[in-house]
């Protein structure tokens, strides 16, 4: 969690943005994983390969 206080207390503008494919990421997966950099979609990708 402090890297995603981190990233926005420097103004990271892609913060909340997937990674890979620069989808929004859902509020409630922020919530839930704020330090996510990916979307759920391309986690679960990342996650079976």
């Given at each position: 969690?402090?890297?995603?206080?981190?990233?926005?207390?420097?103004?990271?503008?892609?913060?909340?943005?997937?990674?890979?494919?620069?989808?929004?990421?859902?509020?409630?997966?922020?919530?839930?994983?704020?330090?996510?950099?990916?979307?759920?979609?391309?986690?679960?990708?990342?996650?079976?390969h």
């Amino acid at each position: 969690m402090h890297v995603a206080l981190r990233r926005i207390a420097e103004g990271d503008e892609d913060f909340g943005y997937c990674s890979k494919c620069d989808a929004e990421i859902p509020f409630a997966r922020l919530r839930v994983r704020p330090e996510s950099t990916l979307c759920l979609p391309c986690q679960q990708q990342q996650e079976s390969h």
